[in-house]
């Protein structure tokens, strides 16, 4: 089972946003049969069967194993990732491009940024577990308590320089076997509170 799988599919997309499938590969997290998750999600055992062909034909979920009850064959599924992003690429006539209008102030443009990194990671980690290699890459995540708004601005100012001067020491434009990589550096207020973010 992957940790992360990223949905690029558009039908696969569709299929893991219903709110019975989705609440099925939460539970395959660990492996069950029809049966179990019949109990667990409150649905008759052929209902519960034809969502999870449904989520196996996408490959969303997989067999497990196989047991024999009596003249019954069971089937033991589990989910192929411990849990899914849906990437931009499966809505590709109306994902967001962050060139469109690059505003680096933009909450807007941001989440562009962010859509673009979703569908390039994920591209690179299909490509990655074909070719049965490691995509390399680095994230760093923390959280600074400004004082001011002009704190905020001026921390936003310097580290654009820092980065700036790190890009321009480490950017070798004539680098034969080099590789570009993509660097993406986001401020933005913290939620405590995801579902009252709006609020």
Avoid: C
């Amino acid at each position: 089972m992957q940790d992360v799988t990223v949905i690029e599919d558009p039908a696969a997309a569709e299929v893991s946003l219903d709110p019975v499938r989705a609440r099925l590969l939460a539970e395959l997290a660990e492996p069950g049969s029809a049966s179990t998750l019949a109990v667990k999600v409150g649905l008759p055992r052929q209902k519960v069967n034809y969502h999870l062909r449904t989520l196996e034909r996408h490959g969303l979920v997989e067999l497990a194993e196989e047991r024999r009850r009596g003249n019954v064959t069971e089937r033991i599924m589990r989910a192929t990732a411990a849990s899914y992003v849906i990437s931009p690429a499966a809505l590709s006539a109306v994902q967001p491009d962050p060139d469109r209008a690059p505003d680096r102030l933009s909450a807007r443009w941001l989440l562009a940024l962010a859509a673009r990194m979703v569908r390039e990671v994920g591209a690179l980690l299909s490509g990655a577990a074909k070719a049965r290699k490691k995509v390399a890459t680095f994230g760093m995540d923390g959280a600074v308590r400004f004082a001011s708004a002009a704190d905020r601005a001026a921390f936003a100012e310097e580290l654009a320089g820092a980065v700036a001067t790190l890009v321009s020491k480490y950017h070798d434009e004539h680098a034969e076997h080099g590789r570009e990589h993509r660097v993406i550096v986001a401020v933005h207020p913290s939620v405590r509170n995801p579902e009252r973010a709006g609020s």
